[in-house]
């Protein structure tokens, strides 16, 4: 999915993205899937999530800072899911029935 968008150069500043991501942001998402299958990535952000409002004298000791961060992590995850139908999406597309079913295997 190469696209003629050039970000402007502010966006950029706090990127981690090699130059190839930079052509292609869909490789950072190919990138994501391979390292970490879905569930894993779930348990992770689950782990970070009780673990730091379980926590005592944390900026998330107020009812609205928890509410606020409970309502990213959610959002994460929506994220996070969609990138695994896009990387499924393009497995797909390109005939890689063997790395959907591997993907697939992993992640349910």
């Not at 968008?5 to 130059?19: A, D, G, K, N, T």
């Not at 944390?58 to 969609?82: G, P």
Request: proline share 3%; glycine share 2%; aromatic share 12%.
């Amino acid at each position: 999915m190469n696209s003629s968008f050039q970000p402007h150069h502010s966006i950029l500043i706090h990127s981690h993205f090699s130059e190839d991501e930079h052509r292609d942001p869909v490789l950072a998402i190919d990138r994501f899937c391979q390292f970490f299958p879905q569930v894993k990535a779930h348990n992770l952000l689950w782990q970070w999530l009780s673990e730091t409002l379980t926590a005592e004298g944390t900026e998330y000791d107020d009812v609205n800072s928890r509410a606020d961060l409970l309502f990213f992590y959610s959002e994460l995850i929506r994220l996070l899911d969609t990138n695994y139908i896009l990387y499924c999406n393009k497995l797909a597309e390109k005939g890689n029935a063997a790395q959907i079913n591997e993907v697939q295997a992993m992640t349910f």
